[in-house]
RNA sequence: GGGGAGAUUCCCGAGUGGUCAAAGGGAACAGACUGUAAAUCUGUCGCCGUACGGCUUCGAAGGUUCGAAUCCUUCUCUCCCCA
């Protein structure tokens, strides 16, 4: 997707952008409007202006994180430029937005060091040679009292009520503290600042970018353009992707892992994921599900397609085409993981002495907990009962808690369930 | 300043003196099946113990009681109402 020379701006055609840049959004406001720009900007060759807030308290980013992140990079792949913005000064205000608990206070280092991981994970995305960074402490800082209360004046009560949040909790009788407000009046100052031309954000910003929208004329300036982007689903497929939820796939996460949550999502789910998570063209996701639909895609090689596009992604192509692999050959094939965790037994709380002259013996809840094999010993108790144990390919029985050490072969290839496995070498 | 509601096991959410390791749903895990770690069905889902059982949990600390998640006191936190 090559967006011209850096000296003389070209872009593609204003609808090709539109529709590329359309996929997946939620809101847009308006339509029109976005025209215009980008007709405008392809005139004068002049790029238009994206700005994307960012909370200073840096996550791990994951799945759900991107969809943003990558409305981002379709900007840029459309030649246009990308302001990635650090709301450290708004992030002392503390956005109403969803949680209740005000976000703990963080020092000048700390942003610092949370900008650097955030560039670390969101440069996976988008392009670092595109992406400009900012701070909004720069301009806020200085706005000072007097400023705060000149930019509160630009806007009103009732245009705050609208807001969804507001007007429920304030209706509910709930209480709102008068720095919320201000939260919103900060965030559009960013837009009067920068001078953007569009504003992007997750649906539940929506009434925050309007806010910006809103403010900008008085400051003479044209409406920004407001994009929004959907929630995307956990893995479970019925929450939305959080840390809290335990339905995430982080970014960071190892090819193999990132490959296998991919696998294991609904069918549905995943042209849900196409269209949130890559970069294909929705006439392309829907030619997929036409022919899904009609068995001439199955599935699971559909399926398979999307976790390759991600993890190479994220972790570049070699580790993508080895994650596919290792899946197929522990999943489809059913065979033995590349590498499989060892352990070398040694005399201690696994291996003692047998009763009865029996020689060392393994006590297997003992041992699968202490290699993690299980989350505990009465886990492992009922994986045993529930036949998820194998050794050497061979179930072991519900009442076989030990093994005589002796009898074991050096190297044997213990499987819980279907996924963990564990070498056991003899000392 | 005055009055009220609430904090339950990963999440949501029942439970108001014993039958509660605590309903139900979700997630997770296992088995069967399969097209894959989809779907579906079945089971499991605090810890320790082969088992009978034992131990530790219901915001925190005390107390009442033979016995408390459930009653009392204090505390912490969240929320609401009236000033």
Redesign the pocket.
Known sequence: MGAGSEKKKEFPPVDEQLTYLKKGIVDLLTEGELRERLQASRRSGRPLRVKVGFDPSAPDIHLGHTVLLRKMKHFQDMGHEVIFLIGDFTGLIGDPTGR??TRPQLTRQEVLANAETYKEQAFRILSAAKTTIRFNSEWLGKLGAEGFIRLAARYNVARMLERRDFRT?YE?????RMHEFLYPLAQAYDSVELRVDVELGGTDQLFNLNVGRDIMPSYKLPPQVVMTTPLLEG?????KMSK????TIGISESP??I???V??????LMWRYYLLCTDFSQAAIETMQEEAGKGTL???DA?IRLARELVSGFHGEVAARAAEEE?QR???RGEVPEEVPEICLAEGPVLEPGEGGRGWVI?L??LL?AEGLA?????A???LA???VYLDGTRVQE?H?EMEAGRLQDGALLK?????YLRIRKA
């Open positions: 209740s608990r909790r509910a009788g709930e209480s709102i893995i479970d497929g019925s929450e809290s939820m335990g339905n193999g892992e490959f296998g949550k696998m294991s999502i609904s069918d549905g199955h599935p699971r399926k899946f522990i999943f489809s006590h809840p003992v907990a989350a505990s010993r009465s886990a108790r009922r994986l529930q036949g998820a009442e808690l819980v369930g279907k996924r963990r």
